[in-house]
């Protein structure tokens, strides 16, 4: 079940170990080609979004987060999207897809996380890059940092 490896149980309650389901950046690297062949296939960019979990409040406490996040980035992208944690509090979704697409899915992001989030005095900011499929050829760890770096820098809500 999708949402069991995201860390969250069937009755939205946090499993013991949130997030431990989601791939790292080097689990990202290793699903990249998967993205890059359907850039190719279908003519669009290699596009990643960040999102970063900020507190609103003082007060506000990052743990309960993380799960949440994680159920707002499946319910939120494509099947063939690929969702990592990077760093605690910290999201990446690698995906292919034109810019005006990747820039929808950022702003629905955005939205999605006001609503389940601010209850608990919790944001996100998301960020968003795209490069031409051709700038991300090679050896994937020479090309993936920068484009999540570049994300990162970029953001675009929140």
Known sequence: MVVARLGVRRDG?????????????????????????????????????????????????????GPLVADLLEAAVRTTDRIARTAPGRFAVLLAADPTYTLDTAERLHRGSRRGLRAHGLGVRVGAAWWPVQACGGPTESWLPGLLDEAARTPRFG
């Open 13 to 65: 309650v946090p499993s013991p170990d949130p997030g431990r389901g989601l791939v790292t950046v080097r689990g990202l690297e290793r699903v990249v080609g998967d993205v890059r062949r359907q850039a190719v296939r279908h003519g669009r960019h290699v596009a990643a979004l960040t999102v970063d979990l900020v507190a609103l409040t003082a007060e506000a406490d990052l743990t309960p987060g």
